[in-house]
């Protein structure tokens, strides 16, 4: 929601959990889906029509908005994936299709050893305190896609010479970014 011609207002959802080391439980909750996501592929007639096209990423001040706001946000929609990370045949398939040379069992080492030391607890197994721990490469498009709504205001507003962006979660923590100006300046009352 822009506030004036040269302000943006971002509103973010903002979790606050505490980091925990992941289980084991949930690593091999996340081994079993991957073997699942595999086995899919290997089922499905076509693989090379389940590729998705990758999402262009923002670039430019438009991106380091977007790396400022999930930061001050804490990734609250990777509350979601769970130990499975919205990893399904699909992901499976694009990984196959750039990196052929990778066993089965290569392809769920990637993964296992890509999960976060401390992650946020019950979210994402790769969700860690400074962001996802997956190479965007191992993803799911679901990850590489998404906005939520706030975020989505921004990026869909006319490049208009926007100055100021203020990031706000739902409990009021505010963070204050000035295009030209880095870091992000935290407004008062805000956690640093
Ligand atoms: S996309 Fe939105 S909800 Fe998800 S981490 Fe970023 S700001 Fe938070
Ligand atoms: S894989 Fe990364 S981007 Fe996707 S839900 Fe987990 S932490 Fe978030």
Redesign the pocket.
Known sequence: MSTSDNTHL?T????REALVPPSPARIRALRRHLIEAIRDLVKARRPDRLVQRRTVEPTGFRAAV?TE??????????MAGGTHAFLDERTMARVHAEQPDLTARQVIRAYIGSVAPLAYRDSCLFHGPSGCTLARPLRAELCNS??????LDFLNAPADGTKTIT?ETHAGDRRVMTSGMSPVETAAGSPT
């Open positions: 971002i973010v959802p903002g979790q977007v706001s999930c930061g001050h946000c804490r990734g609250s929609c990777c998404y906005y939520c709504n706030g975020l990031i």
